[in-house]
């Protein structure tokens, strides 16, 4: 549906204007007394500015969240709906604002199924996170989180906020340092589980799994990359398109092109050495260690070109000082939930992330 409009908007600006010209109109003359945020956040590539034309051929267009106080969410939500029901107009700037059949009343009349969702901060909060915010984030809620839902609920665009909407998104910000350090040390240790492997596996004849083994480090560079800029990496079709935007994507990307595009794994591993080189330097840059080596090294005698063999995983370990993620960077570094599966079922259902809490061992 208007996939191949010439006049392609984006879904924050059309969502934007959505509010501002209808939306907001309608609720002040409506429902004046209503304290309210509105927004575009979570689900959605329109939340994270990456939305395209071929975005509008399904769950795209005019839509809004409306956040109301918890203690009035029924109330708020049931006058909100039959409000907008009654009085949105049809389509917007040519896109529906009708997204499911229409439900006619008792007297046959048809109202508009809308998707201005209406939340308390809370509320969203426990479905889209499985979150209680009336608890204190802990290190263990951090480490469950999936990035892509962090970045989401951090990105898109806020147009009006009189229920402390702002203030929940500054404490989803980013990471505690002692968490983003524990995450680091894991990305690194898997880079340092697995950087030998693939000319172990070229060595042998077996290509493919040389490339494969290739592009799983690919990817774990990247990963730090997106740490280490303190940035949080979403889900997989876009994971590339937002590391474009990382300061460091100008000088590595090319270099992780040519990873990618190696067809022996000789050529992979001279690249892999470079871009080894570069996120090693990275790191130094961040002052947060001593200085580490940025030359890479032959693997325990064997032919294979490696950048760390635990030297980074260990230095950086060694700097985390809270108790809990202390505790748990001195047995094995499995990191967070991102860093442990890429299971679209697990990351998207936040009814099993109290199943995750239990996993770490951690209350």
Known sequence: MNSNRSDFVQGLDLSESFYRQIVQ????????????????IGAGSEVLGFDTEMSSDHDWGPRLLLFVESENLVKNGREINTVLQQELPVEFRGFPTQYALSKPDADGQNFIQHRVDVFSVASFLKD???????????SVDWLTFPEQKLRSITAGR?????????????QFAYYPDNVWLYLLASGWNRIEQEEHLMGRAGLVGD???????????????MRLCFLMEKAYAPYAK???????KLSCS??????????LQASTWKNREKYLSHA??????????????ETLSEDVAQFHGRPFWTISMGAFSQAIAAKITEP????????????????????????????????????YGLD
Not at 25 to 40: E, G, T, V
Not at 128 to 138: E, H, M, P, R, S
Not at 158 to 170: A, C, G, N, P, S
Request: glycine letters at 4%; hydrophobic letters at 45%.
């Open 25 to 40: 109109p309608i609720l002040a003359r409506r429902l004046p007394q209503l304290k309210y945020a509105c927004a575009l």
């Open 207 to 221: 290509e493919i799994g040389s490339s494969l083994i290739a592009a799983r480090l690919v990817r774990d560079l």
């Open 250 to 259: 100008k000088e590595l990307a090319p270099v992780l092109e040519q990873i």
């Open 128 to 138: 889209y996170l499985g979150f209680d915010y009336a608890q204190t984030i802990k």
């Open 158 to 170: 806020v147009f009006r906020d009189e229920v402390k909407l702002h203030e929940m998104r500054q």
């Open 238 to 244: 876009w994971f590339g398109t937002a590391f474009t």
């Open 276 to 289: 080894y080189k570069f996120v090693a330097a990275m790191h130094n840059k961040l002052k947060i260690t």
């Open 324 to 359: 809990e993620m202390k505790k748990l960077a001195q047995k094995r570094l499995i990191g967070g939930i991102d860093q442990i599966s890429d299971n679209t079922d697990i990351l998207e259902d936040a009814n099993r992330r109290l199943l995750f809490k239990d996993f």
